[in-house]
């Protein structure tokens, strides 16, 4: 099968003005979400490891506004941001990191392991790369049950080096799979760059030798991102088999809580910030194109604001797991 | 309003920390991602960053003060248009910290395992293989269930590496018997993402050796998800094929694998010897709800034992059977040392020791019962198993005897296992290495005294 490279281009021609406004929206829930998650860690209310999107928030809203119910989403560790966007409850999946008994896995997964069966997401994985071969096979069970749906198995450039992954790709491309594998490269396996981990940084050439269909897209600007999942869902969704999409993204934060990213000068990530952030970009493009005036921006602020608020309120109330928790949900008991 | 922005917890142990740097001063405006200071906490120099919006209103604490205790107000923000004069006007309320009470309520006990529903009586019976029973409980769950499938390497076109899937590829076509790459990491997490999307996968392993570069899965993938999906991702599949040692196949090809799994909560671990527990356990495995691993053993294959002939005949998961009655002695084993057990147990009866075999059936859960109900008879134990003794099923055996039936011993419990060595290839090192019938009449002999 011959393998395709879809360059795409940040373009807002074929993008209407209200699914702009509803992205700008989606990316700044995610942003203030995460802001609000740092600095509940700070606070000792979140434990353990908490890795942020923040900076990230392109792709995973632009990609999931192509999916359709009943398509399945999987991704690493770096999960908060991908909940967000397949519809779960911000307050779910607050109270989840910090542990408490409305938190979506009760309490009892923590930032790296939450799921919802009804919204499609299924982790949340914190091994890495370990999603993919997951991925991989709620792609087989849309084939095998013929039910129309795809997997979107999303990972990082770190994970890119992980056996696990070729492995699923070959099986993949060998049962043409309805899966799209979405690289979020954001420059850094933890403190290691993309150069120092892999002999060769295009990432997206990995899928070529597997038949699988390769792109590469700027993850800073959500318009392009929204148009190259469009294009691939339909690829995938016709039974063509699986997509590689390479995202370039970049990570604000460090790695988790506790690196200080002393592995890249400030001045990168001052220009990334300054220049591509993709809701400053999309928000410039809003005002150019008067689809939005200052009244309604304030308005969709306040509106972020308040739902934050409330699930960091709801994740400070809601009362730790009753300890009885601590013997359920080991086995599913038989019927 | 004013925020408190509050010395913060910058790694998983950072109690305190020192403010070696302020890079805003009074008066200074910030918006949300714009750098306040440089914090060290016990791994590094970290950097904070505003959340909010504002005029830095009061730098609470100096450059360099060493430390501060998480939580402590370190600055005040101001919102909007206030003056730095209504900071003392305003009370500041402090968010509320983080709790780290001990929960000694967690010690609550943990339940007791459901009692398994008596194993049925069945009167008429057919000869089998093992081969083939394994071969009928699979074919009868596919016919049962259109989301049962087996996938494995060489399980379809060459009808199987040890034959088991004779047949099935004929029956049920090769979208549900699914030859795949030789790839076990990949298709075990496969296999786990089918069975999250609402399948039930049969996963075969050619031999469990090969399962190792597939545990991460079968392990944080498969047994662990229910729980830290609060309930909400179980993941019904069965991991199955040989396990142990075949014969003259060397060290990387003969290993028993039962304590290992044993070891997991959220796994159930088989261990059928005759061709009626492979047949009524397997059948239970792949209807059950759970990730099972299911150890097969190759020397086994090939031998016949009376099977009930009843299209609905399957065995509880969880229940041993006793195999041989007797008085003096009990006998534990599993998989392909009952037979040998057995053997032992006719040689002592010559000498005037009658031995009761108990058959495990299953390692995880572990009928317990069984095993204290005999020992209260015999009063002696004697475990076998062809893994290392060393944490193996033989220990988890002898200290459930030791909590529950310490009073009823005569004699402390005896292992008799593989010796402590890789599997040697030469055939005369080989038979030294397993577990042999002589052994075990030796040690339950010990455990007599005789």
Known sequence: ?335 | MTIQILMPALSPTMTEGKLTKWLVKEGDKVSSGKILAEIETDKATMELEAIDEGIVGKLLVSEGSEVIPVNQPIAILLEGDEKASSIKATSVTTPMAAKTESIAAAAAAAPQAATSAPEKEYTSFKTQTVREALRDAIAEEMRRDPNVFLMGEEVAEYQGAYKISQGLLDEFGAKRVIDTPITEHGFAGLSVGAAFGGLRPIVEFMTFNFAMQAIDHIINSAAKTLYMSGGQLGCPVVFRGPNGAAARVGAQHSQCYASWYAHIPGLKVLAPWSAADAKGLLKAAIRDPNPVIFLENEILYGQSFEVPADDDFILPIGKAKVERVGAHVTIVAFSIMVGKALQAAEILAKEGIEAEVINLRSIRPLDTETIILSVQKTNRCVTVEEGWATSGIGCEIAARIMEQAFDDLDAPVARVAGKDVPMPYAANLEVMALPQIADIVAAAKSVCYR
Not at chain 1, 219 to 239: C, F, L, N, P, W
Request: proline share 4%; hydrophobic share 35%.
């Open chain 1, 1 to 335: 099968m011959a393998t395709k490279r879809g360059n795409t281009k940040a373009a807002t021609s074929s993008v209407g003005s209200k699914v702009l406004i509803q992205f700008y929206r989606d990316m700044l829930l995610i942003r203030r979400f995460e802001e609000r998650a740092g600095q509940l860690y700070g606070m000792g209310l979140i434990g353990g490891f908490c890795h942020l999107y923040i900076g990230q928030e392109a792709v995973v809203v632009g990609l999931q506004a192509c999916s359709k119910p009943g398509d399945s989403v999987i991704t690493s560790y770096r999960d908060h941001g991908h909940m967000l966007a397949c519809g779960m409850d911000p307050k779910g999946v607050m109270a989840e990191l910090t542990g408490r008994a409305g938190g979506y896995s009760k309490g009892k997964g923590g930032s790296m392991h939450m799921f919802s069966r009804e919204k499609g997401f299924y982790g949340g994985h914190g091994i890495v790369g370990a999603q993919v071969p997951i991925g991989t096979g709620l792609a087989f069970a849309h084939k095998y049950k013929n039910d129309g749906g795809l997997s979107f198995a999303y990972f990082g450039d770190g994970a890119a080096n992980q056996g696990q992954i070729y492995e699923s790709f070959n099986m993949a491309g060998l049962w043409k799979l309805p899966v799209i594998y979405v690289i979020e490269n954001n420059k850094y396996g933890m403190g290691t760059s993309v150069q120092r981990a892999s002999a060769s940084p295009d990432l997206h050439k990995r899928g070529e030798p597997f038949g699988l269909r390769t792109m590469t897209v700027d993850g800073m600007s959500v318009t392009a991102v929204y148009e190259a999942g469009r294009d691939a869902t339909e690829y995938v969704r016709s039974g063509e088999g699986p997509v590689l999409m390479e995202v370039n993204t970049y990570r604000y934060r460090g790695h988790s809580m506790s690196d200080p990213a002393k592995y890249r000068a400030k001045e990168e990530l001052q220009k990334m910030r300054e220049q591509f952030d993709p809701i400053d970009r999309l928000r410039a493009e809003l005002v150019e194109m008067k689809a939005m005036d200052e009244d309604g921006f304030k308005a969709i602020d306040k509106e972020i604001k308040d739902i934050v608020t409330a699930a960091a309120e709801f994740s400070q109330t809601s009362p730790e797991p009753d300890p009885a928790e601590l013997w359920t949900d080991i086995l599913v008991e038989a019927a």
